[in-house]
T-cell receptor, first 111, second 114 residues
């Protein structure tokens, strides 16, 4: 019940296109959903996060869409750029203030 | 610069060796973490320290031994490792006593066990 399932494992998008990464969870007690971005040779860094009382959060080209009834949330990257090429991890926080991470998505944006 | 520094960046060791990984955070955070990142389990929590006290040990084998002498420094002592322990070991810190709002990760130590 603590699992967070992330898809796809890898994604190739053309420059200027929209990248979409999906995550699904079972535990309805999760109360905070961050996304982390990891470039090669670096550790993950917080990109954007959402709480379940809102359905969408936008920061620049990055948007989280949240569907509480379906227990799903997704990251949309608009106008994808080669510099967005990285691995993306979704996560969910439980009542014990601990994160469960998804399996990661390796995004490649082709010029 | 994330404020979390890990050394060494790369480490190659034999199964009989003893080595240590070091992590230092310059952010004034109270909690520090060790994660293992591999192809099989991309972000696997190993240990959590909150105000220098270990609060989480995620069923990690005893060949991994953490040490947290103060809230700014974290070590991972390694001995008699197995080839399957080869992975990227990431250190992280956070302000609060859980993974909470925001984790700050170091760049990791890439470990190869021969």
């Amino acid at each position: 019940q603590q699992q967070v399932k992330q898809s796809p494992q890898s994604l190739i998008v053309q420059k200027g296109g929209i990248s979409i990464i999906n995550c699904a969870y079972e535990n309805t007690a999760f109360d905070y959903f961050p996304w982390y971005q990891q470039f090669p040779g670096k550790g993950p860094a917080l990109l954007i996060a959402i709480r379940p009382d809102v359905s969408e959060k936008k920061e620049g080209r990055f948007t989280i869409s949240f569907n509480k009834s379906a227990k799903q949330f997704s990251l949309h990257i608009m106008d994808s750029q080669p510099g967005d090429s990285a691995t993306y991890f979704c996560a969910a926080r439980n009542a014990g203030n601990m994160l469960t991470f998804g399996g990661g998505t390796r995004l490649m944006v082709k010029p | 610069e994330t404020g979390v520094t890990q050394t060494p960046r790369h480490l190659v060791m034999g199964m009989t060796n003893k080595k240590s990984l070091k992590c230092e955070q310059h952010l004034g955070h109270n909690a520090m973490y060790w994660y293992k990142q591999s192809a099989k389990k991309p972000l696997e929590l190993m240990f959590v320290y909150n105000f220098k006290e270990q609060t989480e040990n995620n069923s990690v084998p005893s060949r991994f031994s953490p040490e947290c002498p103060n809230s700014s420094h974290l070590f991972l002592h390694l001995h008699t490792l197995q080839p399957e322990d080869s992975a990227l070991y990431l250190c992280a810190s956070s302000q609060g006593g859980g993974q909470g709002e925001k984790l700050f990760f170091g760049s990791g130590t890439q470990l190869s066990v021969l």
